[in-house]
């Protein structure tokens, strides 16, 4: 099968103009097949409070009532996602902008209240990503750039984890393509101390994952993270990465498997 690799690219070079153009002039030099997904960085709760509107988070989650799904709808669907595209195209990159309710790629479910009510926001299910049409797309010559804007199939727009949408399209597409899931962000990988960029581990399986959540090294947004990395290997993902979106290329970062 052909190699398949998908990047999620975290808010920080997404916030950062020039980290962002750096990012993408890397990604364009990445050989094979490749899809973008990315969320919308800390630009949509500042066009929030320019509107008037507290941006709510609770655990590091958005809480999305009707007028902040209006506004991060247009942030990570609008100008994030086709600045992105534009910046691919620049790099003769030829990339297509997607949310999921484009060509329905990404159907979700709207969370359930339980102890928190999150309003508009999209769970995904094994079966929400249409794995055949990103193929077809990427058989295309295409490469799919994917935001964090997900749909009922009810004409309800949601707002869905970036982290999330990048596992679930990963998984459905390993039938198809030998797949590599990258997560990208500002760190050089897993760190055993978050004080020094350099104390990368380098590789982590499900037992040595245990073992630094007991001792207490990898704690609070890395774990959910780590959870839907181990989630997608044990669903026919071939390997997941974990490193510096600036470094996308060179050998430090951390590599994830089951054994």
Known sequence: MKKLRIIKIGGGIIDDELSLHQFLQLFARIDGLKILVHGGGKGA????????IAP??????RITDAATLDVVTMFYAGKTNKAIVAGLQQNRVNALGLSGADGNVI??????VREVDYGFVGDLRPASVDGALLGALLGLGLTPVICAITHDGHGQLLNTNADTIAATVAVALSSQFT???????????VLLDVNDD??????????????LKEAGIITEGMIPKLDNSFDALSQGVNKVIIGHALKINEPLKTVLCLN
Do not use: W
Not at 45 to 52: C, D, I, K, N
Not at 107 to 112: E, I, L, S, Y
């Open 179 to 189: 797949v590599e899931l990258h997560y990208c962000f500002e760190k050089n990988g």
């Open 198 to 211: 350099d104390s990368v581990i380098a590789r982590i399986n499900l037992t040595s994952y245990v073992e």
């Open 56 to 61: 709510q988070l609770v655990n590091g989650r």
């Open 107 to 112: 159907r979700a479910v709207k969370r359930p």
């Open 45 to 52: 709760s500042e066009m929030l409070r320019s509107l008037g």
